[in-house]
């Protein structure tokens, strides 16, 4: 989920001519949780393949990417969750619940033959599983996109590529990379350009926009560290924040006070007490600085053994996305990489 900061964002409105040539590390857990989600059949189902294994993920990854690196020249490189700190377990659990009450729901809504209703708990329900991830990371290696396993979070190892200069800017839906000290976070980055609300049951309309970190301190008067208190006060996912304190109030009392310690104790009193933890898990979070950022050769024939036998995909969606990655292979400038944005 990430923590709630919208209210207190400044941000940028963005089109996808803008990031036309940009290098982006994108939170590939976060991303295939959205694929998962919305990639699905009328009545909410996933797509799968003829043996049971679900596709929804990789449909939108190969025809998301592919697209947004021929058209765009967009350069992606993938960032993968690794051992979560210990102080998300409850979140995950909290995940868990939201999900299997959703599957009741959902169940009982195709009972009913309801189909808005059905789709709507559906995208809720999507689990990811390791073989799913696998799966994902096998389809990047034969498309030659690069990939970066984390050792933890992977909007901490974005963020890391992206303070470095290895990218541009992360790319998630969340505000966590702008905590773990991205410079640059671009959200909404989507073909169609539309955001489906489950809560609602409809979607919006959404459009690329960039949170530059250095602005977004500047304009709020504090610093990363004032910006990570700001968000332990509201919640994140190693904490539950204070009740009725939200991301302007919370703001307003960093600005205020400075810092959690000298917030006043009627206030503090009510802050997780291993909010120190927290900050360490931002501030210094495990990293590996074993990756590459070189876009490989497509491996057409593994590719297609993949999707179209095992997967069974029909040749010509695999067709189109290979044409795509092709493109990018005659274009030097993107197809020899430089480790630089």
Excluded at 191 to 206: C, D, F, N, T
């Amino acid at each position: 989920m990430g923590v709630n900061l919208t209210p207190i964002i400044s941000r940028h409105a963005l089109s996808l001519k803008d990031l036309t040539g940009k290098s982006l590390a994108v939170d590939g857990n976060n991303a295939l949780h959205q694929f998962l989600s919305i990639t699905r059949k009328a009545d909410g189902s996933p797509f799968k393949d003829i043996h049971g294994n679900i596709t929804s993920h990789l449909i939108g990854l190969m025809f998301r990417s592919s697209r947004l690196m021929s058209e765009y020249a967009m350069r992606l490189i993938f960032v993968f969750d690794g051992e979560p700190p210990a102080l998300k377990l409850r979140e995950i659990e909290r995940r868990r619940a939201i999900r299997n009450k959703a599957e009741k729901e959902l169940a009982e809504a195709l009972r009913r033959q309801d189909l808005r209703t059905a789709f709507s708990k559906a995208v809720m329900t999507g689990r990811l599983t390791k073989e799913m991830i696998n799966d994902a990371k096998q389809l990047l290696h034969l498309l030659g996109i690069p990939y970066v396993q984390a050792p933890g979070e992977a909007e901490a190892q974005a963020a890391y590529l992206a303070a470095q200069g290895h990218v541009w800017a992360t790319n998630s839906q969340d505000y966590d990379s702008l905590l773990f000290g991205t410079p640059r976070l671009v959200r909404y980055v989507t073909i169609q350009g539309r955001e489906y609300l489950p809560s609602k049951g409809v979607a919006r309309r959404v459009e690329p926009e960039l949170i530059e970190t250095e602005d977004l301190l500047a304009n709020r008067g504090i610093s990363r560290e004032q910006l990570i208190d700001v968000a332990i006060l509201v919640g994140t996912d190693f904490n539950e924040g204070v009740r009725g304190i939200g991301p302007k109030t919370s703001l307003k009392l960093v600005r205020e006070y400075g810092s959690i310690e000298n917030l006043p104790e009627i206030i503090k009193s009510k802050v997780s007490t291993n909010y120190e933890e927290i900050r360490r898990i931002f501030l210094n979070p495990p990293v590996t600085t074993s990756f590459s950022t070189t876009l490989h050769p497509i491996r057409e024939r593994e590719l297609y053994d993949f999707l179209c036998r095992q997967r069974v995909f029909s040749r010509d969606r695999v067709d189109r996305v290979i044409g795509r990655m092709k493109k990018l292979e005659v274009q030097s400038n993107l197809f020899r990489w430089v480790e630089s944005p």
